[in-house]
């Protein structure tokens, strides 16, 4: 099997997580990606007002760091490991292992892509 297509231009939404995280079925991620594999998306819907993430791709395997501000005005931030897998049915998704920083939790995540930026 492959390598997973780039990120670049892709728009991510959550579709499950553990109740210890922020990001759920609102929250939409549009991701960016270098051809040196330094990855990096923005993020925002439901309890995240703004969020962004930067970190590294290699094969598969993404390794980001990711902060943010929620909707009440609290700042968060984590380590994520994700891996990329092209689902049977087409869209990209992204089954991610985090945890927080800046407070206890840590979880499991899945978010799938839904839309391709042009350009």
Partial sequence: MGTAPSLEGRIFAGVSNDPAGDVGSDTRFEYHEEPDGVVWARYAGGTVRLG??????????????????????TTANGHCRSRIVVSDDGPLELHEEWEWESQPGSGTSLVREIAVVDG
């Fill in 52 to 73: 962004h993430l930067v970190g590294r791709r290699d094969g598969d395997g993404l390794d980001f760091r990711y902060s943010h501000v929620t909707t009440s005005g």
